[in-house]
């Protein structure tokens, strides 16, 4: 089970990143997306809004029309939208790994707990205490690698994510990648990677407290 924490932990953490319209806001206003790109501020939520929808649904394309400065227009080229169906089965396949990884917390409690009664809860309490302390640590290490060289790290998880080249967009062509520029991602890899250690603390601090109070309670009996 302690390896099945870290893995529901980021998947939720990447499961909120991607549905948080806060962030889409703020990464808007901070890279002034509205002036690069000619389109409104709420017409970029809409579309922040409907990207969501799309990562969250059947529909197959994701083929938007907003107005860019002034004009009504198809927003995403054919590569694009063709990418973001890559996109979107890599978000499913984060969605379907939490999925299970929160089974196999459940799970494994409940059968141990049937199996051998309370007696496993320290136990079952440590494993959630070890898979705290081991995302903290692989969300530091690997915090480390993007804040030093977040351009390399970028590049290597597009390589390794996608079978393609589909993501090699231009800027000057490709409103993807001017709507989320590069400094984006580098704020949402941050936002997950603060969330990530902020829920691993919350379940180390549930665990500790449980073995804190279990040792005092064995501690008043035995005396």
Sequence with gaps: MALAVPLFIVCASVTWATNDLGLYGRGFD???????????????????????????????????????????????????????KDVKNLIWGVYATGGISALLILLIPIITLAWKGTIVLPQLAVSILWGSGLTISVIIGVGIFVLAAFDQVFLLFHRISFANELWQLNPRH????????????????LFVGIVSIGLSLVLAFASASYLIAQSRSKARLSS
Excluded at 38 to 67: C, W
Excluded at 70 to 83: K, Y
Excluded at 174 to 189: C, K, S, V
């Design 30 to 84: 901070k890279y002034h997306i509205e002036s690069s790109t000619g389109i409104e501020r709420q017409n970029l939520m809409d579309t922040a809004d409907k990207i969501r929808g799309y990562f969250n649904s059947l529909h197959g394309n994701l083929e938007l029309r907003v107005p860019i400065y002034g004009q009504e227009q198809s927003l995403f080229s054919r590569r694009e939208i063709d990418h973001m």
């Design 174 to 189: 490709h409103y993807l990648i001017r709507i989320f520029p590069e400094g984006f991602w580098f704020d949402a890899a």
